[in-house]
């Protein structure tokens, strides 16, 4: 491919990097084995057709969120981690097929996909994933507001809530309820300084930690505001 093409997504399982560069002429999906620390071995590549913007390992499948126009969610079997394979893909046709997914977080059922906001489409998908070879589309939510791409997720489990750090300025840091996985609904919003780009919540300190362009750059945001 292009060696000037930027990294974008990374996951790690015990020995196991998935890497995912932008989109190229070549290959956009890669494996390392990285028993050695200090000397991480390429092992398996894969082209894609689309930027990987985020992925996520789960057991010996990536689910894979990209740019490509008819596989936003694509399923990437790794058993044998010198050789990945595509073995599902998924078209996210409702409101703007243009739309790039961005973002997912999973659990062991349930997979949860950010996309770009446009024409009052949704942005806010949830799958079922317990056949990882044929994720199921369960709902689609419209969170509304101005600017509402979806670039990260990240799901609390013991909340039922998904975190949502969205394009919309007055309220960037969004929550989800999913108790009930085929009725979601926004449960709140606020502003969170700057412009955050990375957040992920720790259930053992009941904190959201959002990292951004803004002084400070690492913010955290207590449950008394989010719950």
């Given at each position: 491919?292009?060696?000037?093409?930027?990294?974008?997504?990374?996951?790690?399982?015990?020995?196991?990097?998935?890497?995912?560069?932008?989109?190229?002429?070549?290959q956009e999906f890669f494996t390392f084995d990285v028993a050695n620390p200090a000397q991480p071995?390429?092992?398996?590549?894969?082209?894609?057709?689309?930027?990987?913007?985020?992925?996520?390992?789960?057991?010996?499948?990536?689910?894979?969120?990209?740019?490509?126009?008819?596989?936003?969610?694509?399923?990437?079997?790794?058993?044998?981690?010198?050789?990945?394979?595509?073995?599902?893909?998924?078209?996210?046709?409702?409101?703007?097929?243009?739309?790039?997914?961005?973002?997912?977080?999973?659990?062991?059922?349930?997979?949860?996909?950010?996309?770009a906001g446009a024409n009052n489409a949704p942005e806010f998908y949830i799958f079922n994933i317990?056949?990882?070879?044929?994720?199921?589309?369960?709902?689609?939510?419209?969170?509304?507001?101005?600017?509402?791409?979806?670039?990260?997720?990240?799901?609390?489990?013991?909340?039922?809530?998904?975190?949502?750090?969205?394009?919309?300025?007055?309220?960037?840091?969004?929550?989800?309820?999913?108790?009930?996985?085929?009725?979601?609904?926004?449960?709140?919003?606020?502003?969170?300084?700057?412009?955050?780009?990375?957040?992920?919540?720790?259930?053992?300190?009941?904190?959201?930690?959002?990292?951004?362009?803004?002084?400070?750059?690492?913010?955290?945001?207590?449950?008394?505001?989010?719950?």
């Amino acid at each position: 491919g292009t060696d000037n093409n930027d990294a974008v997504s990374i996951d790690i399982a015990e020995n196991l990097v998935v890497l995912g560069r932008k989109t190229s002429a070549g290959q956009e999906f890669f494996t390392f084995d990285v028993a050695n620390p200090a000397q991480p071995l390429l092992v398996g590549k894969i082209h894609l057709n689309g930027t990987p913007n985020d992925l996520k390992i789960s057991g010996n499948k990536v689910f894979v969120v990209s740019d490509d126009n008819v596989k936003e969610l694509q399923v990437v079997d790794i058993v044998n981690s010198s050789l990945p394979v595509v073995v599902a893909s998924f078209n996210l046709e409702s409101g703007n097929d243009t739309a790039d997914a961005l973002a997912l977080d999973l659990t062991s059922k349930r997979l949860y996909l950010g996309r770009a906001g446009a024409n009052n489409a949704p942005e806010f998908y949830i799958f079922n994933i317990e056949n990882p070879n044929s994720p199921l589309l369960l709902v689609a939510l419209n969170i509304g507001g101005n600017g509402d791409d979806i670039h990260h997720i990240s799901f609390a489990l013991v909340k039922s809530l998904a975190f949502l750090l969205v394009g919309d300025t007055a309220n960037d840091l969004q929550t989800v309820d999913v108790t009930n996985d085929l009725s979601p609904s926004v449960f709140s919003k606020i502003d969170v300084a700057g412009s955050p780009n990375q957040a992920d919540y720790s259930p053992l300190a009941q904190k959201m930690f959002v990292v951004g362009q803004a002084n400070p750059e690492v913010q955290i945001v207590s449950p008394k505001t989010v719950f």
